[in-house]
Nanobody
Framework: QVQLVESGGGLVQAGGSLRLSCAAS????????LGWFRQAPGKEREFVAR????????YYVDSVKGRFTISRDIAKDTVYLQMNNLKPEDTAVYYC????????????????WGQGTQVTVSS
């Protein structure tokens, strides 16, 4: 069992930055890949980035490369998503998720989900 709790969302102007946090707990989460997804109103939930907890290897969707950085703090059992140069199209609810598949990018590959945190980027 894995528990995930997101925080750090908010309202920011275009070009600004936010850092999302995902606190992970449970006896097995360190074996998982931790990922971030987002869902805008009326749209499908889409993959944003993932990181292997053990390896630290990161992977991003093309639309956020160079702007977003995923990282993890092993001592704090927390995964971060640093979001820079935010755009209005980044507005969405952001979800943290955990998968046993090290290369997971699809929603149905993730077994555990947080409750989500709202990010709103104004133009």
């Amino acid at each position: 069992q894995v528990q995930l709790v997101e925080s750090g969302g908010g309202l920011v102007q275009a070009g600004g930055s936010l850092r999302l946090s995902c606190a992970a707990s449970g006896p097995t989460f360190r074996r998982y890949t931790l990922g971030w997804f987002r869902q805008a109103p009326g749209k499908e939930r889409e993959f944003v980035a993932r990181i292997g907890w053990s390896s630290g290897w990161a992977y991003y969707v093309d639309s956020v490369k160079g702007r977003f950085t995923i990282s993890r703090d092993i001592a704090k059992d927390t995964v971060y998503l640093q979001m820079n140069n935010l755009k209005p199209e980044d507005t969405a609810v952001y979800y943290c998720a955990a998968s046993q598949n090290l290369a997971a990018t699809m929603r149905n590959e993730y077994d555990y989900w947080g409750q989500g945190t709202q990010v709103t980027v104004s133009s």
